[in-house]
């Protein structure tokens, strides 16, 4: 009796042994007949799916800036499956998948499609391997999204950038997942590039006689720009007008992105002879044509660019003479009067 209990704890010693060696050789091949083996049928089936989502949607509020850096994105992975918790371990899991069947590693693939020419995107990590009946956080995986725009976008207008994932089937059991699609709202930033050539920086008048400057604006940025236009420190006595705003488009959205800014400066015209030099600053500010509001706005207004005009205001002005020529025959008619009045008195 004793003998044969001996026996039957080396045999069972020993099965464990050859077990063990035999489930190794499994988990390290786990594509073998023996670990798919599997009392349920193949054509028992679950499903399997996978999701996406954004976590720091607190990127996506704000512009990306072209060459501004790039905006990273962080997008959760999430792999799930339908399998009953009853074939997800012990008996069950025996019976579903096979007694040597430990490791189910499902494969997920992450692609970017529908990129616009003036974007550039990188997306890493693109390719992973979930285990599927992993604890916690084994069924979700994180990939980082870099996005970049230069000033060929147009600017504020929303761009929808395509995120795909697909995945394969990690046992027979488990259909494949199907295709998910995620919609990625993009805006470029507004850049405000405004570019300056007047005529001619420094002209002649005389008193009374206009000058005016032809002010060519070229708009490089990447979206229409209003000029807001004003005169600071304007000379004393002169009279300088130009137009507030003018709208410039950019070649983001037009042919044309050049318009032309006129300003004028009347010298003052008062007797006597003038030899002046003087300097016109002007002020210009870019700002998007769809200006935002409040603390937005300073999201599409660009930098104030100064732009210095001289003008050199030389010659005789006999305006008022009028009134020099009747103070002149006041005075002769009241030397006149006390005259006659002198020798009426002798």
Do not use: C
């Not at 983001?252 to 007797?271: C, G, V």
């Not at 006597?272 to 409040?294: A, R, V």
């Amino acid at each position: 009796m004793k003998k044969s209990l001996k026996k039957i704890r080396l045999s069972f010693v020993f099965g464990i042994i050859l077990m063990s060696v035999f489930s190794t050789l499994i988990i390290v091949n786990p594509e073998s007949d023996t670990a798919k083996a599997s009392i349920i049928p193949r054509f028992v089936q679950y499903d399997s799916q996978i999701e996406l989502e954004i976590l720091n949607p607190d990127a996506l509020n704000e512009p990306i800036h072209p060459y501004g850096g790039l905006r990273n994105i962080k997008i959760k992975v999430k792999y799930t499956t339908t399998v009953p918790p009853i074939f997800k371990s012990g008996i069950g899991k025996n019976l579903m998948f096979g007694i040597f069947k430990f490791i189910f590693l499902a494969p997920i693939h992450l692609d970017v499609e529908n990129i616009p020419d003036w974007m550039t995107v990188s997306l890493s990590p693109r390719d992973f391997l979930i285990d599927v009946f992993g604890e916690g956080d084994e069924l979700e995986r994180t990939a980082t999204l870099q996005i970049g725009v230069n000033k060929q976008s147009t600017a504020l207008f929303p761009a929808t950038v395509l995120i795909k994932a697909t995945g394969e089937s990690p046992d027979p059991h488990i259909k494949a997942p199907p295709e998910f699609t995620y919609e990625l709202s993009l805006t470029p930033g507004y850049v405000p590039l405004i570019d300056t050539q007047p005529d001619q920086p420094i002209k002649k008048t005389s008193p009374g006689e206009p000058v005016t400057w032809d002010i060519k604006l070229t708009n490089n940025g990447n979206g229409e720009a209003i000029v807001n236009a004003r005169v600071i420190n304007p000379p004393k006595g002169w009279v300088i007008s130009v137009n507030p705003q003018t709208i410039v488009p950019s070649l983001a959205e037009s042919d044309i992105n050049e318009k032309t800014l006129k300003i004028t400066a009347l010298p003052p015209k008062h007797f006597g002879y003038y030899n002046d030099q003087e300097s016109i600053q002007l002020e210009l500010i870019p700002e998007f044509s769809s200006p935002g509001t409040g603390s937005a706005r300073n999201l599409t207004r660009g930098e104030p660019i100064y732009l210095n005009l001289g003008v050199e205001n030389r010659g005789f002005s006999v305006a008022g003479i009028e009134v020099v020529l009747l103070i002149a025959i006041l005075v002769i008619v009241a030397i006149v009067l006390i005259f006659v009045i002198i020798k009426k008195r002798k």
